[in-house]
């Protein structure tokens, strides 16, 4: 069974940083982009950044030059670097994966979530 694994989250002040990271176990075969998207309160999951197997990022406009993505094919991990943090990115992170496991040919994957919550 495929399981992502997000953590990292927490309270940080404005302006401050936080790494989350996620990391897919099990009987996984190729992994494509991963991702990360945010649910804040009140609103729809918007994609944050994503990463191709290759290393190409894209990234929300609201978050450009403050978030970074990074991967680890080895360890099979996604990192979301944020920096400059304001209190409207205050949401649940979440991390996604496409990938072809044992059982299943190439499908999206979605860890449980973790907070990330900005103070004024």
């Known amino acids: 069974q495929v399981q992502l694994v997000e953590s990292g989250g927490g309270l940080v002040q404005f302006g401050g940083s936080l790494r989350l990271s996620c990391a897919a176990s099990g009987s996984i075969f190729s992994i494509y982009t991963m991702a990360w998207y945010r649910q804040g309160p009140g609103k729809e999951r918007e994609l944050v950044a994503a990463?191709?197997?290759?290393?190409?990022?894209n990234y929300a406009d609201s978050v450009k030059g403050r978030f970074t993505i990074s991967r680890d094919n080895a360890k099979k991990g996604v990192y979301l670097q944020m920096k400059n943090l304001k209190p409207e990115d205050t949401a649940v992170y979440y991390c996604?994966?496409?990938?072809?496991?044992?059982?299943?040919?190439?499908?999206?994957?979605w860890g449980q979530g973790t907070q990330v919550t900005v103070s004024s």
């Open positions: 996604n994966a496409a990938l072809d496991s044992l059982v299943r040919s190439t499908s999206s994957y």
């Open positions: 990463i191709s197997s290759g290393g190409i990022t």
